[in-house]
């Protein structure tokens, strides 16, 4: 805890505090993520250490850089240090257009779709067993880094709030980007972190979530229908047409990273860029 300097606070988040922190060795800005362990169960606490470990095997241009851990036993706090991403995340882009009355170019909307379809793809492509799902795509949890590249934040850390964990309460927010078969209670797979990510392209969009409701049933009804409409019309039906696969009811028959990544748009954006 000492190597580093605290700089600021950047926010408040349902796991804990984030602040801005620099390397005393070398001057590196950084984040730590700090959460307290102090109420969770011996079980959730060996998830969190487990899944903590995963993060740092991540080594992908799309993924938030992971760093270390650092364990205060005395204050029941773990500090997960990471890659600092300047431009704020994609909640705070969706804001700043939605204010300015403004919408992103397509090719820009192609790009973000592509780093994340390549980000999941370092995840999901791992073999059997260990395999990474995100589980709490939404816009919060994309970041952009100083040259605008997207990064996934968060990765794999909701496996840790079990359902009736005093960890869960603190996190139901209303979840827009939840999948059919979540909400038919079958198991999360990795085609349920595709249907978040087209949930998450069309409000960048639209700039509006595609499913609205005013209660988590009337959404579990309207997502379970899956009508969507049509994202705003200067973007063209190919970008719209890969959302709705990517929307595909059932996860079986939904499009998985492999196949997105053959999309020409997708392949054509990960090529420029890397
Ligand atoms: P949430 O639970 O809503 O995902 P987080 O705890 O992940 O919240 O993050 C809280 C805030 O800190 C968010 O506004 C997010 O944009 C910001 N943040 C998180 N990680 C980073 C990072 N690595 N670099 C820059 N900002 C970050
Ligand atoms: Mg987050």
Known sequence: MEQYEKICEIGKGSFGQVSKIKRKSDGKTLVWKEMNYGRMSDKEKQLLVSEVNILRELDHPNIVKYYERILNKEKQIILIVMEYCDKGDMALMIRKLKRDRDYLPEQQIWKILAQIIYGLFACHRRKEG???????????????????????????LSRMMGDQSQFAYTHVGTPYYMSPEQISEQKYNEKSDIWSAACVIYELAALKTPFEATNQIQLAMKIKEGKINRIPQQYSDELFRVIQQMMTQNFEKRPSVDDLMMHPQISKNIKENF
């Open 130 to 156: 260990n395999k990474i799902l995100h589980r709490d795509l939404k816009p919060g949890n994309i970041l952009f880094d100083a040259q605008g590249n997207a990064k996934l934040a968060d990765f794999g």
